[in-house]
């Protein structure tokens, strides 16, 4: 039965449930033990996740906050859908024992213990490790709502997984947060920043970047989608950087650690963690998401939830213990980007990471017309990038750096490929964008698609020859003020037959 607001709504749960309740009290953990903190047999949903550590454990920051990991796994499947170091998965983000937290999904009490109300539905079986990296005490309540029925229908499960870089990406391709394939909904995030740069304001290289179903071609309606936010601090209902804020955490959204530090710097040192809940705004998506924090070159994580359908697909691997604590201001540890990503980076040529989707590809990127005005002209200085989920964002590659957040218009650029068929046949050329887009095919006409304020979806149709094809799509964003400056298109050539054809950057 749906009922409630948030994810509550759309899980279609039995009425009838017996409450449950496990309290497991861990005495003695050491580091190298994993121990399941405990096996529920489904149908069912947890509804509520308590810890609380020893006195001890509020003293030693990193026990509590990143000495512990946490995993979930849902009927039986032998990959976690849930893997955060404990502090994390409620919000705790740097070497402090606590900060007052009271929003819609976590909580987080003054040394007294931390909650988690995301409904968490399973049909056959939960299981709820914990994996202790450092030595430690910890007792748990997990209350749960055992459904008196056999018979489950909700294929949503909850997920959250964690990402650390340091430095994160400076002023180019963005801090990734989470990359998911399948059905879903994107539920909120949390977000720990210590700036290390004095180069600008944290907040001055933007925020979110979505990139929603970029394998849809219109069927059912599911088209691709791109979402992009202003400044960092707005996303978390504050202005002027987040600066002048006073610490709060509220209900969807809030900042409840900010701190200045001494790092022997000429500029103190910003230390913040916030966090975003898509309560009442759920963010669905058909296909997958990818998400992504405008960034500079500062120490930067993010814990991610969301639901979906199984089986979900691992993009990040957890790191080495030494990789997830702090060091000192003046002697970070770093994390390299891409050290501990299952996932291909954007841009890199690298075959051992697996790609976002296999039909994504890579494009030759140049700034300005290039090629559109004179096909036989290849683009001057290009750029070899790879495709995600058939998206390509030229703020990637070609960001400008100004005081204002993340601006990146006006510009324009364009995108090349080879399509390779064995014969002549139609195609469908499924395009989204914002501003005003142009595509030529092989030595045709420059075709004017149009121009759009907002991101959104046309196919075009185009008869491929046999054998090799040049496409190029030029984007000019200067029209754009309703999408804060999106420089971005998805791409995805379909065949009358079906057969996607997979770009591939002009050599």
């Known amino acids: 039965m749906r009922s409630g607001i948030g994810i509550e709504s759309r899980l279609d749960l039995p009425e009838d449930f017996r409450y449950q309740r496990v309290v497991k009290k861990a005495t003695d953990y050491r580091a190298g033990d994993r121990r399941v903190v405990a096996h529920l047999r489904g149908p069912g949903c947890i509804r509520h996740l308590y810890c609380v550590g020893s006195r001890s454990s509020y003293r030693n920051h990193e026990s509590r906050n990143r000495g512990f990991i946490l995993r979930l796994y849902w009927d039986d499947e032998d990959e976690p859908s849930v893997e955060v170091p404990l502090g994390d998965f409620f919000g705790i983000h740097h070497n402090v024992s606590y900060y007052p937290i009271n929003s819609f999904y976590t909580a987080a009490k003054a040394d007294a213990g931390l909650g988690c109300y995301f409904p968490m539905p399973f049909g056959r079986s939960a299981r709820f490790e914990v994996e202790a990296l450092v030595d430690g005490f910890f007792i748990f309540t997990l209350d749960w709502h055992k459904y008196l029925t056999e018979r489950f229908d909700e294929p949503l499960r909850f997920h959250a997984s964690w990402r650390r870089e340091n430095p ?124 992504r924090w405008g960034s500079q070159a500062n120490d930067m994580c993010a814990t991610a939830y969301w639901y979906q359908t199984e089986p979900h697909r691992r993009f990040v691997r957890m790191a080495p213990y030494n990789y997830l604590r702090y060091g000192n201001w003046m002697n970070e540890i770093e994390v390299p980007s891409g050290a501990h990503d299952l996932l291909r980076p954007i841009g890199a040529s690298d075959t051992c990471a697996i790609p976002a989707s296999v039909h994504d590809g890579s494009w030759s990127l140049t700034g300005g017309r290039g090629a559109l005005d004179d096909p036989a002209t290849r683009p001057g200085s290009t750029v070899r990038y790879a495709a995600f989920h058939g998206f390509v964002d030229f703020a990637h590659v070609f960001s400008t750096r100004s005081d204002a957040s993340n601006e990146t218009w006006p510009s324009d650029a364009t995108a090349g490929a080879v399509l390779e068929v064995d014969r002549e046949q139609a195609a469908l050329v499924h395009l989204s964008w914002s501003g005003k887009l142009e595509l030529r095919l092989n030595d045709e006409e420059v075709r004017r698609i149009g121009c759009q304020e907002t991101y959104g979806y046309q196919p075009v149709e185009v008869t491929l020859r046999s054998g090799r094809n040049t496409l190029f799509i030029h984007l000019d964003n200067a029209s754009d003020r309703s999408s804060w400056g999106a420089f971005a298109f998805s791409c995805r050539v379909v065949c009358d037959g079906g057969t996607v054809v997979v770009p591939q950057a002009i050599e």
């Open 168 to 291: 994160a990406p400076a002023w180019g391709e963005n801090f990734l947060v989470m990359d998911a394939l399948g059905r879903g909904y994107l539920a909120g995030f949390s977000l720990g920043v210590r700036v290390r740069t004095d180069d600008q304001r944290w907040s001055h290289a933007g925020s979110e970047n979505l990139y929603i179903d970029g394998e849809g071609t219109g069927n059912g309606g599911v088209v691709p989608h791109y979402l992009r936010a202003g400044g960092g601090e707005n996303s978390f209902d504050a202005g002027f950087g987040g600066v002048v804020h006073e610490p709060d955490s509220c209900r969807s959204s809030g900042i409840p650690f900010l701190q200045y530090y001494d790092a022997g710097s000429a500029l103190p040192r910003l230390a913040l963690s916030a966090y975003r809940f898509y309560v009442h705004d759920l963010l669905p998506f058909r296909e997958s998401v990818h998400f």
